[in-house]
């Protein structure tokens, strides 16, 4: 087996907003706006720009063409500054000049597709995970992974993978897997990250019934 480059693209790193004028997202100096997860669902492209928005890219004869911006995350077009002790940026909401979107707080990480019609995206600032059409990119609804009675939840996750079809009798309608990025269950005697395995089931219970195009 090997591979073949058929084509490169880029997404945009600076925007003009609908004033007129010009946002660059915050990041450390040199790094510009990361794309931190893809999906492809047959000849589209999915792609998670991280302070930026969750886009789509569409593939026809093997080459990218124009990509379109699905949801913004909620900073977009907020002015931010970055502190290199902590190494993290500080959004100025007091100058919020209101082009964000309303959904996804950044950063929009790990995407993942469900056979039954849905784009799961993880929306990293609020530990939320977002579900939308997959076909139509209308946005459907919104879940937590949250603390169980032995089990914590999952936060601040980087991602995400969807199995659709049955694993045996623990997972008889899928399996979702999410990244927690703060493990702090009884075990967690030390900082760290893992995964948390959710029943598909208990996610599908707040998603629209959705299966095939159109």
Known sequence: MSYERLDTTSLPSTFRLPDGTRWQPC???????????????????????????????????????APSI???????GVPA????ETEECTVHWSEDPGFGGKRISADVEGLTLHDDG???????????FLAYDRWTNRYL?????EDGASVDGAQHSDGAAVVSVPLGRAFPGGLLVVHDGENTGPDADRESTNFKYVDWRAVSRVLPGRRGPG
Do not use: C, N
């Open 141 to 145: 609804a919104r879940f937590a992974v």
């Open 118 to 128: 849905y784009l799961l995206v993880s929306s990293q600032g609020d530990s939320g």
């Open 81 to 84: 500054t970055y502190d290199p």
């Open 27 to 65: 990041d450390e100096p040199g790094v510009g706006p990361q794309v931190e997860g893809m999906a492809v669902d047959g000849t589209t492209l999915y792609a998670a720009q991280e302070d930026v928005a969750l886009w789509r890219l569409s593939i026809r004869g093997d080459r990218f063409h």
């Open 70 to 76: 699905v949801d913004k995350v909620r900073e977009f």
